[in-house]
């Protein structure tokens, strides 16, 4: 059973970069066919997909997050990272990172302050 675990600081100062990184265990993040996402929960709002890394290494990314976001990996680790520039008090949610939207770490949540 693969396991994702959240980790990184939980306030960011606004126009700074928020980076997250996602611990993947019990399977690799290399496997054929698996998408890693990120996707965050504002406040009293609905889910929303920031973006993937897929097992072969590419991206894709939410259009409305697109110009902000970056998603990379550490295959020694078994890890993949979430960057988001230039945030805002708007960027305030939980965070979770995702293997093929099915499985999700508990999530961690991330503050910008106004």
């Known amino acids: 059973q693969v396991q994702l675990q959240e980790s990184g600081p939980g306030l960011v100062k606004p126009s700074q970069t928020l980076s997250l990184t996602c611990t993947v265990s019990?399977?690799?993040?290399?496997?054929?066919?698996?998408?890693w996402s990120w996707i965050r929960q504002p406040p009293g709002k609905g889910l929303e997909w920031i973006g993937y890394?897929?097992?072969?290494?590419?991206?894709y990314y939410s259009p409305s997050l697109k110009s902000r976001t970056s998603i990379s990996r550490d295959t020694s680790k078994n890890q993949f990272t979430l960057q988001l520039s230039s945030v805002t008090p708007e960027d305030t949610a939980v965070y979770y990172c995702?293997?093929?939207?099915?499985?999700w770490g508990q999530g961690t949540q991330v503050t910008v302050p106004s």
């Open positions: 890394i897929a097992y072969s290494g590419s991206t």
């Open positions: 019990g399977g690799s993040i290399t496997t054929n066919y698996y998408y």
């Open positions: 995702a293997k093929d939207m099915k499985n």
